[in-house]
């Protein structure tokens, strides 16, 4: 623990080393500056880098692009492999896990070692991965790659350790799982087909091994050839060549019959008894026309043959096959069971299916229960015991994506009472219909760990609806949905508003705010709305009110005798969508066409009473206007104060303050006019754009092919955050390196913005005359509302903006241009709280602290009645007051430390339900929590500590006297995209992740460095607009459009892992194969006496060639170890580990001897029965 001092006695501190006055971590840490105040701040800073550790935790939502499917019938786990390396495993609620492949090759299979806690992948670079689950992070064993040979084709047949795998060339490998060696025994293609064949047989689709002998081999080849291969004789059985190219076969489990899957919408059935021709051939959608002939079908793609006990029809289950005649029918699961056929038509085209039974064994009665279908956004299974098919309800969190994500909040440590309640209004929408019987994917052990708390999640959508997900113990189960769109009329196609916007997603969420203590929830659309929502038990009848706000810029800021100027709203590159409607130009002193939309909001809302059920419920709407033809620009920052009843919003144009209590507008107000006399930049005049596109051709641009994968280009070079691509660039345009360049003292340092002189105005190029420009000497022009802060790359926490998703690059370098394209600052931030509105306070009082995409800090003291009657009555009286402070780049977040360092939260008012009965005796009161700046009432009136971030630069400010303390330069190469102040270890950070995917912490107030990791080298646009941090160390970012990556940074959740996460295996007793009976061992074959080991191992077969595959010895069992713990615990854990499953196969060796000695006696004793029935009996008498 250090202690740090400083003594703001208004000269350059001298203090011994480790005190805030001399860090001793020199340019590293916070440079500190002098404070003319005699007294003294007194912080203990307990945080050191110690206490810092980064590392992912879970993963939630459903595989994106999945590619592959495996189910362990006897752990009861089910895995899927996905088209990036990742693999998810997943058993009963809780026990989830995602592991990924290092080189990211897609998998192309997956095969479990049965009860034996190991997973083989087979991936799209020909290697073979051994993953080992006997540990809580599973970690690859071997691998082995294949040089000269493509995988297409991977079998392992039950309790065996030999894998076969078949090739793009048609040949079959032979691979021991054990040691990941290749055998040198291998089934060439030239020798499974006939040497009169004269075409290639094609790649390997099927291996498995036949049920009535194991040491026979059913080969399937692309081209419709099927081999069964006698593995002892080393010889062909029997061929098949059929005209019709093969995509799967299944065995009857009496293996004297298999079924095929051809492309041409057909299944073959045939008898070993006769392989000329199928036994029978079947088109089950294919009906016959009027010509006699039968309807082209699709190929079917996979076929399962099962049998069952109840019945002596089989099941038989594929999928595809439909017919080609019947345009935009769906993908279908088809289950025929005897001459019942069911086609289950799927929302998504089926990627891999696979029927659960009950016995692992291949040669017994299959009795299939269920089938899981994979989707390809979508994870089903389908109950078969029932004759309707319903389906099991999924417990795991499967549709996140059920629309795009546009926006994310994390609240950790929330209150107690709000998932039980939010969860009770949520489960009475929950849909019906699903199977009664329990989930079947049940495998795996999961408890709840000791270092839990409430957590919430919440997500915003492109349709408009908002989840709230409990993230409680690693676990995300919905709480509750709420649709925004419900507040609005449906526009109708045709009429003039929905015409105008060409709005695929008008509802969009753009950003989110909430407060879990007031349960006040504030939604902003990307139709420049903002909807605020109370919470209820009760429903009710309510009236929507509806605020429409006319948010322009003044007229001051344009000097040009145009009448039109004065809103030049402009569009956001990059973010919104062409509308032809409005085609006229709208560049600065453009008239606009008569007709023009003006004073009308985007959207309609209801104006009727309407009927809301008990949950959210909607109190307010707030609306920006078209003026003069120009959509309303989207709003860039939002905070809401449930103690002061007011909301804060603000965007490219200006500032809005409205109190929802009273529901009036108290503040609207442009950007310059916030400044007043304290305008830190000279104002430049500067010559209009020339052949500007319309606004209306971007405004209003919706999400939602912001996931459409034909539209998706994601870069991920840092390199190419900074390009500069306009397509829209104006003659006397000005080239920034970057968006943040530097402003310091009247000059600008970015070393390839055009020097232009203060004195030297630029000269008007236009015939409209000079307009006014927002920037100092040489300093680029304004970015509009498109800072890191707020432009679509950059969300933070709860003051997002959300746009269309595209490349990071062009979503980076689109912001940079709209510097050159346009000359309005936007309110980055917003905060409130109490605080000292001017240097002369003596006491706190409430304040709003506005943020800008220039690095100004601007100060708004509030003065709001304290009388709860008051309150409701007078007006709120506010004034700015002027510029606090500069930093680089636009300023991304605000907090409040007292003098000790503790964090200050914000004033909240109690939650009360306004629909609830009155109560005569108790009326409802608003009941209000206060924070104070210290909580010792003799230090009250002795100030407080900002921290205010932006996109380069934090500083830490001391109230009232607004004297910066400490600055540290967070970055020079690239550019926060998110920073928040947190909690961690009973004390608070500053945490930041940067566009170059480093994530940092800094102690407060002294800024120190105390963790730097480059986490995701590599970001992207969906990984920037989603990240955000929340208090214990935690964080989260969309890591694909339908999953959710968590991860901390906090050392004392690293070490508590392990016991977090849930165990994939359990040690279970495989079940005993059926007893065959004596004449059905005795004329079905010898499968129980094939030896592989004597045929497949090196004595027999020899080694294999060196160069077809190479091994890679993989770091399984030690990197599970690490991850548990490092040291001597380590080293404990991996002893304990050992003798956990020593003991286990002990206590398995142990019941399986006296098994042997109770059947042993049991035979001695029928033996001498026996012996004494017979002993006197003649031989003719037997």
Request: proline share 7%.
């Amino acid at each position: 623990m250090k202690k740090f001092r400083k003594v703001l006695d208004g000269l350059t501190t001298s203090s011994p080393g480790g005190t805030i006055g001399s860090p001793s971590c020199g340019s590293a840490a916070g440079t500190p500056t002098s404070a003319p105040t005699p007294r003294e701040i007194d912080v203990q800073e307990t945080l050191a880098s110690e206490n810092f550790q980064l590392c992912k935790t879970v993963r939630h939502g459903f595989p994106y692009q999945p590619t592959a499917l495996a189910f362990d019938p006897v752990q009861k786990i089910l895995a899927i492999g996905s088209r990036s390396g990742g693999v998810r495993i997943l058993g009963r609620p809780g026990v989830d896990c995602f592991c990924q492949h290092e080189s990211g090759a897609a998998v192309l299979q997956l095969q479990f070692l049965i009860n034996e806690g190991a997973l083989v992948t087979a991936c799209a670079d020909d290697t073979l991965h051994l993953w080992n689950l006997r540990q809580r992070r599973p970690a690859v064993l071997h691998s082995l790659k294949f040089n000269r040979e493509r995988i297409t084709f991977c079998h392992l047949p039950f309790q065996s350790k030999w894998l076969y795998v078949g090739t793009e060339r048609g040949n079959t490998h032979i691979v021991n799982i054990e040691s990941f060696i290749l055998s040198g025994y291998v089934i060439m293609w030239n020798k499974a087909i006939e040497l009169s064949t004269k075409t290639h047989p094609g790649p390997v689709v099927h291996l498995s091994d036949s049920p009535k002998d194991e040491g026979k081999l059913l080969i399937g080849f692309e081209g419709g050839t099927i081999v069964q291969w006698d593995l002892r004789a080393k010889k062909a059985d029997f061929r098949i060549y059929y005209d019709e190219a093969i995509h799967s076969a299944s065995w009857h489990h009496e293996g004297k019959q298999f079924m095929c899957s051809h492309s041409d919408g057909s299944l073959t059935l045939w008898n070993l008894r006769n392989t000329t021709k199928p036994f029978q051939i079947t088109f089950p959608h294919g009906k016959i026309q009027k010509d006699g002939r039968k309807e082209s079908c699709k190929p079917i793609l996979k076929v399962e043959y099962k049998t069952s006990r109840n019945s002596s029809e089989p099941f038989v289950i594929f999928s595809g096959g439909l017919s080609y005649d019947k345009a935009g029918r769906r993908p279908a699961l088809t289950i025929m069971h005897g001459k019942a056929m069911t086609v289950l038509e799927m929302d998504y085209p089926i990627v891999e299916f696979m029927a659960l039974c009950e016995t692992p064994y291949n040669n017994e009665v299959q009795e299939p229960y269920a089938v899981v279908v994979l989707l390809e956004k979508d994870l089903i299974v389908v109950d078969l015991t029932q004759s309707t098919f319903p389906v099991f309800e999924n417990p795991y969190s499967m549709d996140i994506h059920e629309s795009p994500v546009t926006c994310t909040a994390y609240f950790a440590d929330c209150p107690p009472d709000i998932i039980p309640i939010l969860y009770s209004i949520g489960a009475k929408h929950k849909k019906t219909g699903y199977s009664h019987k329990e989930w079947p994917i049940a495998g795996g052990t999961w408890t709840l760990g000791s270092h839990t708390y409430p957590e919430i999640i919440i997500t915003g959508h492109a349709d408009g609806s908002i989840k709230f997900w409990d993230a409680s113990a690693f676990t995300l189960q919905m709480l509750y949905k709420l649709k925004t769109s419900k507040v609005f009329e449906k526009p109708k196609p045709g009429e003039g508003r929905a015409a105008d916007l060409v709005e695929e997603d008008p509802f969009a969420v753009q950003m989110v705010s909430w407060c879990p203590q007031s349960r006040i929830f504030c939604v902003v659309g990307i139709s420049a709305h903002i909807i605020l929502y109370r919470f209820s038990k009760y429903d009710a009848n309510t009236q929507i009110v509806a605020l429409e706000v006319r948010l322009q810029c003044d007229a001051e800021d344009v000097i040009t005798p145009s009448e039109n100027e004065n809103n030049p709203c402009f569009s956001e590159p990059g973010s919104h969508s062409p509308q032809p409607h409005h085609q006229y130009p709208v560049s600065p002193g453009s008239r606009t066409p008569e007709g023009a939309k003006d004073s009308v909001p985007c959207l309609k809302v209801k104006d009727r009473v309407v009927r809301v059920p008990p949950g959210y419920q909607s109190d307010l709407v707030i609306q920006l206007l078209w003026v003069d033809g120009e959509p309303p620009q989207q709003i860039t920052s939002l905070d809401i104060n449930s103690a002061y009843g007011l909301l804060a919003f603000g965007n490219c144009n200006g500032l809005a303050v409205v109190d929802y209590l009273q529901k009036t507008v108290i503040l609207c107000m442009s950007t310059l006019d916030l400044y007043g006399a304290t305008d830190p930049y000279q104002r430049l005049t500067r010559s209009p754009r020339r052949n500007r596109q319309s606004t209306s051709e971007h405004c209003m641009r919706g999400l939602s092919n912001l996931y459409s994968d034909s539209k998706k280009r994601i870069r991920t070079s840092y390199q190419s955050l900074t390009e500069l691509t306009d397509n829209q660039q104006s003659i006397d345009m000005e080239r920034s390196k970057s968006p943040t360049s530097d402003h310091v003292n009247g000059h600008c340092t970015s070393p390839t913005s055009q020097p232009c002189s203060a004195g030297k105005p630029r000269v008007p190029m236009g015939p409209e005359g000079p307009r006014l420009t927002r920037r100092g000497p040489g300093r680029p022009p304004f970015r509009k509302a498109q800072s890191a802060a707020c432009m679509e790359i950059s969300l933070p926490v709860s003051h997002t903006e959300e746009s269309r998703e595209n490349s990071f690059s062009r979503s980076r370098s689109s912001s940079v241009s709209s510097i050159d394209r346009d000359t309005k600052e936007a309110i980055t931030t917003l905060q409130f709280g109490e605080s000292y509105g001017r240097k002369s306070d003596a006491l706190p009082t409430p304040c709003l602290w506005v943020g800008t995409s220039l690095g100004v800090v601007l100060l708004i003291p509030l003065s709001i009645p304290i009388d709860q009657e008051e309150r409701m009555e007078e007006p709120v009286a506010i004034g700015p007051s002027g510029a606090v402070q500069m930093l680089k780049g636009s300023v991304l977040r605000f907090a409040f430390l007292d003098c000790m360092g503790v964090l200050i939260q914000s004033p909240y008012e109690v939650w009360r339900d306004l629909n609830a009965p009155e109560d005569p005796d108790r009326p409802r009161r608003r009941k209000l929590v206060h924070f104070s700046p210290s909580s010792s009432q003799d230090a009250y009136g002795e100030g407080h500590l900002a921290v205010v971030c932006s996109e380069r630069q934090a500083k830490v400010f001391i109230m009232p006297l607004q004297t910066c303390l400490f600055v540290h330069n967070i970055t020079e190469s690239s550019f926060v995209l998110r920073a928040d102040v947190v909690s961690v270890c009973n004390s608070v950070c500053l945490a930041c992740f940067c566009a170059n995917g480093h994530v940092m912490t800094l102690s407060l107030p002294s800024l120190r460095p105390l963790m730097d990791v480059n986490y995701l080298p590599l970001t992207d646009m969906r990984i920037a607009r989603t990240f955000c941090f929340t208090n214990g160390g935690q964080a989260l970012y969309l890591s694909s459009p339908t999953e959710i990556q968590r991860i901390t940074y906090s050392q004392e959740m690293c070490d508590n892992l392990q016991e977090m996460l849930g165990e994939l295996f359990t040690p279970i007793e495989t079940p005993e194969a059926q007893n065959r009976g004596f004449l059905k061992g005795f004329f079905g074959g010898n499968a129980h006496t094939f030896d592989r080991e004597e045929l497949f191992g090196e004595a027999a077969a020899g080694k294999a060639s060196r160069s077809l595959a190479q091994h890679i010895p993989g770091q399984g069992g030690v990197e599970g170890m690490k991850v548990a713990a490092g040291g001597a615990v380590g080293e404990l854990a991996r002893a304990r580990i050992a003798l956990d499953e020593r003991g286990q196969r002990l206590g398995e060796l142990e019941e399986r001897t006296a098994l042997m000695m109770t059947s042993a006696e049991t035979f001695s004793k029928h033996a001498h029965e026996l012996m004494l029935k017979c002993k006197d009996k003649k031989w003719y008498q037997f």
